[in-house]
């Protein structure tokens, strides 16, 4: 008998410390017109923070146990844990253990996956195929979370992106279609343009590197808009190809939260109403590995996405990494 991964539940949290665009108004005054250019451009209004002591799998938890109790399953139910993040809680170990110590998931394995804000589609495709293909694995639990806030300096303007939060799902082994296929591109040329530089391999931490500022998350050169305006209509129609359907069988469709006027435009080269996505980033900002979690579970409370409809999640992250899959909904 076929095994598919089906989404049995969704969650999501967002943190308690609203910081909106009238507050970066105040702290980047120096640079007139600037947030209200950004505001424009992205479509963001505010973001939420985390307390500066928690760490994201502090993050993660609340998303986790949301997630988990919709389910119906408890913690030790689980067979594995797959995060994905790029704000980890360290360099290594992975944050998906920590996460797992914390949930009290006894019996979960774990693993990281580590594209940035791809890695939620990446890491719901993984989870699929470990169920696919292993009796043993009947539920996993997926989260993306990001607390990049914590990872940026305060005056660096493109904090006005970062907004942190974590989306979790619960996929559960069934003998009816559930997860539909995945597809991905990326362009490593690209690697050099937004990250975090030192306190790897490449550069280990320094006193040096800390003062200037290499630990900290930075953008070193503007991406070209083509990366997404382009790349995620082909990755879109690569995933369709593969699955064997047509752009008109989406019923839903979620992007990476990064700027509203990139989905509008998308989503036209696509044929797509708008009424088939859904946003969040106004309100929320952009929350990286955790937007395309969290957006779906936005847009299931709401009752945008309805039983038996064809989902289809598209993550971009830096580096750069691009990834899509597909659900039937259950």
């Given at each position: 008998m076929a095994r598919h991964a089906v989404v049995a539940s969704t969650g999501s949290y967002l943190p308690d410390i609203r910081v909106s665009n009238d507050l970066l108004r105040e702290r980047f005054a120096h640079l007139p017109d600037f947030v209200d250019r950004m505001e424009a451009s992205t479509g963001i209004r505010c973001r939420w923070h985390a307390p500066e002591e928690w760490a994201t799998s502090d993050l993660a938890l609340p998303a986790a146990r949301q997630a988990?109790?919709?389910?119906?399953?408890?913690?030790?139910?689980?067979?594995?844990?797959?995060?994905?993040?790029?704000?980890?809680?360290?360099?290594?170990?992975?944050?998906?253990?920590?996460?797992?110590?914390?949930?009290?998931?006894?019996?979960?394995?774990?693993?990281?996956?580590?594209?940035?804000?791809?890695?939620?589609p990446t890491a719901a495709a993984t989870a699929a195929g470990w169920i696919a293909t292993n009796p043993g694995i009947?539920?996993?639990?997926?989260?993306?979370?990001?607390?990049?806030?914590?990872?940026?300096?305060?005056?660096?303007?493109?904090?006005?992106?970062?907004g942190d939060g974590a989306g979790a799902a619960v996929l559960t082994a069934s003998d009816r279609?559930?997860?539909?296929?995945a597809?991905?591109?990326?362009?490593?040329?690209?690697?050099?343009?937004?990250?975090?530089?030192?306190?790897?391999?490449?550069?280990?931490?320094?006193?040096?590197?800390?003062?200037?500022?290499?630990?900290?998350?930075?953008m070193l050169e503007r991406y070209p808009p083509e990366i997404n305006h382009e790349g995620w209509p082909?990755?879109?129609?690569?995933?369709?190809?593969?699955?064997?359907?047509?752009?008109?069988?989406?019923?839903?469709?979620?992007?990476t939260q990064v700027r509203k006027?990139?989905?509008?435009?998308?989503?036209?080269?696509?044929?797509?109403?708008m009424e088939k996505t859904h946003t969040v980033m106004e309100d929320w900002g952009y929350t990286g590995s955790a937007c395309i979690p969290m957006a779906l579970d936005d847009a299931?409370?709401?009752?945008?996405?309805?039983?038996?409809?064809?989902?289809?999640?598209?993550?971009s992250g830096v580096g750069y990494n691009q990834a899509a899959?597909?659900?039937?909904m259950p």
């Open positions: 988990l109790e919709r389910a119906g399953i408890g913690p030790e139910d689980l067979d594995l844990i797959i995060l994905g993040t790029d704000s980890p809680d360290y360099i290594t170990p992975a944050t998906s253990v920590v996460l797992q110590h914390k949930l009290g998931a006894v019996n979960a394995g774990t693993f990281d996956i580590g594209c940035a804000c791809a890695s939620f009947r539920r996993v639990l997926v989260v993306g979370v990001y607390l990049m806030h914590k990872l940026a300096d305060p005056g660096d303007p493109m904090t006005f992106f970062y279609p559930g997860f539909l296929g597809a991905a591109q990326a362009g490593g040329a690209f690697h050099k343009h937004w990250g975090i530089y030192s306190g790897g391999t490449f550069e280990p931490a320094t006193v040096d590197s800390v003062q200037a500022g290499r630990t900290l998350v930075k082909r990755l879109v129609r690569k995933l369709a190809d593969g699955c064997g359907f047509g752009l008109g069988d989406i019923d839903f469709i979620l992007f006027p990139s989905i509008e435009l998308v989503m036209a080269d696509l044929g797509l109403p299931l409370g709401k009752g945008r996405i309805r039983p038996g409809d064809r989902v289809v999640l598209v993550g899959c597909a659900f039937l």
